[in-house]
């Protein structure tokens, strides 16, 4: 993060070329703002564009990284401990689009599409001790392991609204983005041994997955930190 507050520092005080008639920036292709946002996707940043003479339209690029890994054991009684191991990942490079219909609000509707790497969460299964389940009694190598995995697509759609600037007026802005990705439906897949070789979930997985389908969206809420790469020209 540390890192990331000095590039911000370093492009801010390097302000050369007109952007606009009453504004002065980097370049036409530098960003005239940058911003840290934090929520429910992870810690991003993103790149601000004002699209020349409309002043109300914003064309944003940036990424963000989420992820999670970490063993938890239960006790489910007599001894009997299972241990989970989660792999969670949202990572996401994004474009948007944004629009200001009221010239003195800092309201905005906004629009857009990304693109995932890791559009899934993994689920690992397995005893570390003899466990009982319906009366009978199993080693942990009998029980086996279990994987599971749930996939979505990888080119996710967005639409949200908010209150902030991508580029302040002053040097620095702050705002909130709510808003919800489309991620498509998710398949389930399964790789296990032990126990559940003698079972039939190889039959149930197409009926799980099923009543998964409603699982297509993610809700998004963010808080943003803004950064102006543009300064007002003296009139």
Request: proline share 6%.
């Amino acid at each position: 993060m540390k890192y990331l507050l000095s590039f911000l520092l370093l492009l801010g005080g390097n302000q050369t070329l007109a952007s606009s008639d009453d504004e002065k920036g980097p370049s036409r292709w530098w960003p005239q703002g940058l911003s840290l946002q934090a929520g429910v996707t992870g810690v991003g940043v993103q790149g601000a564009w004002r699209l020349p003479k409309r002043p109300q339209w914003v064309v944003r690029a940036g990424g963000s990284y989420l992820g999670y890994k970490k063993k938890h054991q239960f006790d489910l009684g007599d001894s009997s401990i299972v241990e989970f191991r989660p792999d969670f990942v949202i990572g996401l490079v994004q474009g948007s689009v944004k629009w200001q219909p009221f010239r003195r609000s800092s309201f905005f509707l906004t629009a857009g599409a990304g693109y995932t790497w890791r559009p899934d969460v993994r689920l690992q299964l397995q005893a570390l001790s003899p466990i009982e389940l319906g009366g009978i009694q199993m080693k942990p190598e009998e029980f086996g392991t279990i994987d599971l995995r749930v996939r979505w697509s990888s080119v996710v759609g967005y639409a949200g609204l908010g209150m902030g600037r991508s580029i302040p007026k002053r040097r620095w802005g702050f705002g909130f983005e709510l808003g919800c990705y489309y991620w498509g439906k998710p398949k389930l897949s399964a790789d296990y041994e032990g126990f559940l070789e003698t079972t039939t979930l190889d039959e149930q997985l197409p009926m799980i997955e099923r009543n998964m389908r409603g699982y297509r969206f993610l809700p998004n809420l963010q808080v943003v930190l803004s950064y102006s790469l543009v300064r007002k020209t003296q009139k």
